[in-house]
């Protein structure tokens, strides 16, 4: 069965501190991992997008991690800001545009 | 450029009548994704199209649900005969020609359907 789990479901922190959040998958066949930032009440913001043979991206603060042979992939913050609480979610999708969302880790900021 | 447009933010109805959901993609955009949101859950898939032609409506149930994209105007979800587990957001979501396994998807503000 196609599944994305992510871990911690929530997770506070102090404002400065950095986090890192992970992403299991059973997804095949893989073709790429996404991790997105959803705020309250918004649609989803795509942070980073990786395929099969990439195992790092960064995107300013952000860092993502693909391990395609354990299946799992972690997003790192750097120096956390307020405006970082927020949803967030591992995304798998496979061949032919179909993609699995993971229920995502809330985060919270606190100063 | 304007993103992914959708109306109407909030949507409330009551059982058994009809819920029109509206999504206009982005400029230059011709494949949207429907994507339903429970309570509580991670974003689940209904339904893949381009400009009038469903490519993949796997995630959608196949009773009382519908979408289109036609040529002119907006992609359009319709739920018949709604029930209270139709109360969800209702995402869409935008993408330009798919040629690569990594385009990127531009999601809409969403719908909440609300049904009472």
């Known amino acids: 069965k196609n599944q994305v789990e992510q871990s911690p479901q929530s997770l506070i922190i102090l404002e400065g501190k950095n986090c890192t959040l992970q992403?299991?998958?059973?997804?095949?066949?893989?073709?790429?991992l996404r991790w997105y930032k959803q705020d309250t009440g918004r649609g989803p913001v795509s942070l980073t997008i990786?395929?099969?043979?990439?195992n790092t991206k960064s995107n300013g603060r952000y860092t993502a991690t693909l391990d395609a042979d354990t299946k799992q992939s972690s997003l790192h913050i750097t120096a956390s800001q307020l405006s970082d609480s927020a949803s967030y979610i591992c995304v798998v999708g496979i061949t032919g545009n179909q993609f699995y969302f993971g229920t995502g880790t809330s985060l919270t900021v606190i100063p | 450029n304007a993103g992914v447009m959708q109306n109407p933010r909030h949507l409330v109805r009551r059982r058994g009548q009809e819920a029109r959901l509206r999504c206009s993609p982005m400029?230059?955009?011709?494949?949207v994704y429907w994507y339903r949101q429970l309570p509580e859950e991670g974003l689940k898939f209904m339904v893949y199209l381009q400009k009038e032609n469903i490519i993949d409506e796997s995630g959608m149930p196949k009773e009382r649900f519908s979408a289109e994209f036609p040529k002119e105007g907006p992609s359009i979800l319709r739920i018949q005969q709604v029930v209270r587990g139709d109360s969800a957001a209702y995402f869409c979501?935008?993408?330009?020609?798919?040629?690569?396994?990594?385009?990127?998807?531009?999601f809409g503000p969403g719908t909440r359907l609300t049904v009472t």
């Open positions: 990786m395929t099969f043979s990439e």
């Open positions: 400029k230059g955009h011709s494949h």
């Open positions: 979501a935008s993408s330009p020609q798919v040629g690569t396994h990594h385009y990127e998807q531009y």
């Open positions: 992403c299991n998958y059973t997804v095949s066949p893989f073709s790429n």
